[in-house]
T-cell receptor
Framework: RKEVEQDPGPFNVPEGATVAFNCTYS??????FFWYRQDCRKEPKLLMS???SGNEDGRFTAQLNRASQYISLLIRDSKLSDSATYLC????????????FGRGTSLIVHP | DTEVTQTPKHLVMGMTNKKSLKCEQH?????MYWYKQKAKKPPELMFV???????INESVPSRFSPECPNSSLLNLHLHALQPEDSALYLC????????????FGPGTRLTVL
């Protein structure tokens, strides 16, 4: 089983829709979780950090389910500009913390 | 200043060339990272520096040689690369290497001919 798994999509939704992605992780000791957004040919940009049960920022909500070992990202009222790849990152502790990326979920918001 | 800068933006080099990629941050972060990213794939961790010491090398070939001259700077020296090394090379920094959020530079797009 991969350490961090994401459905690659693409998720194709109309403007104004609500869309949710999940990210499952294998290391039950993980304490921090991150969602990044990456546009084509650009660098990943931090979208949300999750250290406890969840986090909310405007139209974006991230929730952590420790029992089932997944984090979700909910986007409400989708905009065309939300089209991007959403990367889930879970730092895994071995001797040091190793940032472990999911493969990313592609979102396309259409008019 | 919450920015990570990288130079050059683009680099084309032959297989016999030696070149260097540079990364700089002034956020007081003590962990810095090099990643390689191919199209439609997530970033792939190469190296981690923590307090200016190399703490993680993800079995990267020796033709890639990292260097951390001080807490703000990170270099990646390239020598005798192969065409399959063509990729986007991303630098990132974080407060420390304890699982904190990372901030990425814009990357260097490298083409090896």
């Amino acid at each position: 089983r991969k350490e961090v798994e994401q459905d690659p999509g693409p998720f194709n939704v109309p403007e104004g829709a609500t869309v949710a992605f999940n990210c499952t992780y294998s290391n039950s000791a993980s304490q921090s979780f991150f969602w990044y957004r990456q546009d084509c040919r650009k660098e990943p940009k931090l979208l949300m950090s999750v250290y406890s049960s969840g986090n909310e920022d405007g139209r974006f909500t991230a929730q952590l389910n420790r029992a089932s070992q997944y984090i979700s990202l909910l986007i409400r009222d989708s905009k065309l500009s939300d089209s991007a790849t959403y990367l889930c990152v879970v730092p895994n502790k071995g001797g040091s913390y190793i940032p472990t990326f999911g493969r990313g979920t592609s979102l396309i918001v259409h008019p | 200043d919450t920015e990570v800068t990288q130079t050059p933006k683009h680099l084309v080099m032959g297989m016999t060339n030696k070149k260097s990629l540079k990364c700089e941050q002034h956020m007081g972060h003590r962990a810095m990272y090099w990643y390689k990213q191919k199209a439609k794939k997530p970033p792939e961790l190469m190296f981690v520096y923590s307090y200016e010491k190399l703490s993680i090398n993800e079995s990267v070939p020796s033709r890639f040689s990292p260097e951390c001259p001080n807490s703000s700077l990170l270099n990646l020296h390239l020598h005798a690369l192969q065409p399959e090394d063509s990729a986007l090379y991303l630098c990132a920094s974080s407060q420390d290497n304890q699982g904190n959020e990372q901030f990425f530079g814009p990357g260097t797009r490298l083409t090896v001919l």
